[in-house]
């Protein structure tokens, strides 16, 4: 690990601070885009989500990712993360660390809101951030703390900021969930087209997404994991991805829909964020533009292709988080400056390996994540009633009272 | 152009992202002081605006402000602006100015809520930001990053952060759109005083507000382009003109209406940070106090004003950004430190030229965009149909259906 | 005071402006926490009381709080402080201790919510930030900028980053006031147990802690008033101790209740907050976990003592800033590393002078505040009347009129 400069805490706490602020953006957007019956246990689940994964993280998920490598497989060492001490960089970086580890847990909530219970949503937020999330992210990143690389990494696998490592790992624990306690009441009528359930305060999902795409920047700009030369460069690309994101699902949906629905700058948006993640570092301002609108396209169809197979992703998070996340890894081999990449593959392999990376993190995250949640779903039933769905969950799960006049 | 070191460029970067959080912040005032039925169609103008302003400031925008300049009327090099490769300063300052033009696009939503068609929106954010704010900003900007200055600063004129440049420029563009397409319907009723039409969110507008404030600190600190020995007393000042604004504005309406009115810190504080923008590096902070607090009086007249003439601005926009904006960069030659300024004019020469950059810049912007939207309007009209303002534009422009149970 | 780099000056802004988001962050929360008909009068101070706060700090309360110490009792310099100008460490260290003051000073707006008067707020909010907040400040912090300690700091009291002087200050103000004005009418039936008053916006709510989160990292890391290699662990141990304090107060409450309640991640996570914000500089990680949790465990019995005693704290700020912020000041001598703290003490005469300074907090702020308010309320009745209360404070103190359709 290089010398760490006193710019290069401040920025990487700066950035950190940012991504933290995410938090607050997946809270906005998803209570925003659920109903109102249900919209505070939605929120109860993103805000209790960061402390779980946060203190799982610090106790043994850092470890198994940042810890020193066992063979590219697991780290070993920093259980029980002595942050706070000396040693300054281990702070920031753990820091920093703990908040990526809190967005890839978040980005669950969303997709299975109004029907999986508050108690079931801890246990998948503990398996995601204590088990599938160190693992995978160990062998794409680990040693950036100490000791070797992960396996993927020495392959050649690159995935800067984590379009796979945080995005498509949320998605698709996501998906693994969904196929479990399947779609909401009414949402897959048996005759007729699906039937929409639009959010209870659109607003405030689109104050949401303007507070992610802030996080973002820290997100992206701070993977540097230093002040260095590259920081700017991501910064622009990642506001020029998220503009491009925006504007083509906006424009492309408008003529395909007949109407700008409030979906399409939302989740545009957060797909060319997501798609700009892997690659933010070493593509130019054009393929910037180029990679976010491609995202925002693959978003659209991603949503469709869930829509036909009658899975019921209640925000969208599958088509921005995992399939925009899947593009902007396979975008790295496509737009990425080879020299910058510094794997020493030339672009046919880069492009295998970037392929071999994602399907490993979809057996890995979604083989785990459903075995487990169908072994757990036998033991404890992760869905509501349908008697409390219909009620809602802010009754049903937190006793939420009227408010008197 | 100064070298930049890290630190400059990290500084410009964080006071690019605190300005980035001034749409949020836009978003919130907005659509919490405009009613439900149209709360969401002025949300997702803010979302969009800011896709459109940056790509179009990317493609071209960027070039005519601050490309090399053609005898100091507009810039010529920098089209699709090659950010993300080796010139950090490039990206960094790129970012920062993208951040300008979407708060300059984004300030005429408010003002033409609850009326304006969401197409006509998009074609109104392109004109600025593709056309009024590039050209006006290089006269006065023109040079920041190569070239020549441009010619309303090489005759001395001073607008340090935006007061006219960003704010007026918004303000201008609203009053066109305005004189235009009327006011909401019911809100000058033939006899008697002008209705109320009140916000449905009001705390959310007052949460825009304040992340309006919070953005402001890297809106006028950021400004700088550098982190230099200016920074923190612009950062003071600023603080100090915001409280002095909304203190100011609250208790002077309340012994004129007799209530403190909700309306009266929102955007008592706005016109603070309006006025002291043009001027906040070259104050001490009684003069910031006092800026600002003349600041909130110019906004209460202006707003007063408006309503004498019938021209109904949904959220006082222009009081706010074209009237508190026009005081502010009067003021840079009333209070101004000359030696600061350093236009090596006397105060009564700058005061002279601080007002020619206000008319010139009411010119440019009110009549080039009076004229297009009027052409525009014969061919396109801007405004919803009647039965679509009863409506709410929330159905009859985005089609938001009821939330089902 | 040492010589400051640029690099400190940045991050002492930067922290001051994450620490203005927390005004946004009690808005949210206190306004969410409230009833609808409230929900904009308790906004409206949380918008007013940054305004009035910090214009008094300006004129005298930084004089009296970092002006030269006249005995160790009060500051006598930098009265209308020179900020602008050429001390640009004045300028940052200003704009950072006034975000503390408006902290403090709207700590009180949530608990006495839904019964106090606009004006009367006002008055409180001149009280704690005018007098109390600035006199027990310099015996804690004064010298920091000018001139010798204040007594207190002095004898050895360390309160890192204002458990006490903040937090504490602002819950004995409001336990004052609360005394004074008596519980909401309907929430302490003659008979029966206490009736719960749940809030209108309780996702605003959760918002809202996620932005006092985001904010206290500058509150925390700021109050270094430097860029020095405490920062890193000190955000570090803050995240950590939020962390705890929310899974804490979860699980426990959700045991001895039945259900996870809703305030119990909000309340949780800021008593870790509280915590951990007197010694955060000085304890390592699995201390600051036992901080949080602890800080959560008091939070929860103070709610109980203030139901006990029929004191009607509308959204539990007395057991959040009070308490956990007592029993933080009082963790700096049971956790905290005794060469970092620096005064010389052992631990046993560390704890006797940490207990002495609550102590003297809780008898400066409560006595002053309570004298004073009982003598306002004589002259001028701070609490509206019953119609009023029963019609809520939007109407009857600001005349918010019904949205039109």
Known sequence: MAEKSALDILWVIVAGGLVFMMQAGFLCLETGLTRAKNSINVAMKNITDIGVAVLLYWMFGF?????????????????FTRVGGEDQWLSAFFFFQAMFVATAATIVSGAVAERLKFGAYIVVTAIISGIIYPFFGHWTWGGFYEGPPGWLASWGFVDFAGSTVVHSVGGWVALA???????RTGRFPAQGP?????????????????????????????????????????????ILAACAGLVVALFVGWILEGTPKVDLPINGCLAGLVAITANCHAVDAASAVMIGGIGALVMLAGGKLLLYFRIDDAVG??????????????????????EILGTGLDREAQLYIQIMGVLVCGL?????????????????????????????????EHQVEEVPI
Chains 1, 2, 3 share one sequence.
């Open 364 to 396: 890995l995250s979604f083989s785990v994540s459903y075995v487990l949640i169908l072994l757990l779903n036998h033991i404890y039933p992760l869905r509501v009633t349908l008697e409390e769905e219909l009620a809602g969950l802010d009754v049903s």
């Open 63 to 79: 470890a198994l990712m940042f810890g020193w490598s066992q063979g590219g497989w697991y780290g070993s060492t920093q259980f």
């Open 317 to 338: 998070a599958i088509p921005v988080h995992m399939a925009a996340g899947i593009w902007g890894t396979i975008a790295v081999a496509l737009f990425g400056n080879l």
């Open 177 to 183: 969930v969904l196929l479990v306690i399947g779609p």
């Open 194 to 238: 699906p039937r929409p359930i639009p959010g209870w305060n659109l607003p405030i999902a689109m104050l949401g997404t303007l507070l992610l795409a802030f996080g973002w920047i820290g997100f992206n700009g701070g993977s540097t994991l230093a002040m260095n030369d590259q920081v700017a460069g991501i910064v622009a690309n990642t």
